[in-house]
């Protein structure tokens, strides 16, 4: 059976659940994984997030280009920290800083003058399947928040499947 990405909730056991007292923008992408996936929270996260489609990175790029006059933050080629050692707050996976962890979640983010965020990649096992949820959540500062996520929220959507399926392709993670 062909596994496939799905848009669900997000897990309410999560921390990303708790990362906000009032959210304006959430969602919730989950697979289920093969046994060849990586079966750690950590290698599921440096899996999806820390490398990118070219198209992405060009997205990515654009927007760097378009946000500095704002005196917004910018990804600014961000270098991963690559370590066999379990990810802790304050580490880099691709542009995303570690915020928190569990054993089987990974909690990343960033807080900009516009708008706050964070990235949740949960490890869960049902009923002997492995699945893994990316969710974000999306906490607006101000007007400039607000207008700054119109045109990236259907972007959004389209880029976590990406870097889930782009990531977990590249180990074997699902059919």
Known sequence: MQ????????????LVFCAFEHMDYADAYTI??????????????????SQMPNWIWMLLRLRDYLVRP???KTSQAAKPD????????GMKVGIFEVWDRTSNEILMGEDDNHLDYRVSVYLKH?????????STVVRFNNW???????PVQPIHRRIVPALMSYGLARYGGWD
């Open 126 to 134: 049902d009923a002997g399947s492995a699945w893994v949820v990316v």
């Open 70 to 72: 704002l005196g917004l």
């Open 82 to 89: 690559i370590t066999p050692a379990p990810l802790q707050p």
């Open 32 to 49: 289920k994984l093969t046994a060849s996936a990586p079966q750690s929270v950590d290698m599921l996260t440096q899996a999806i997030f």
């Open 144 to 150: 400039l928040g607000k207008i700054y996520f119109l």
């Open 3 to 14: 596994s496939y990405i799905e848009e669900v909730s997000i897990p309410n056991q999560s």
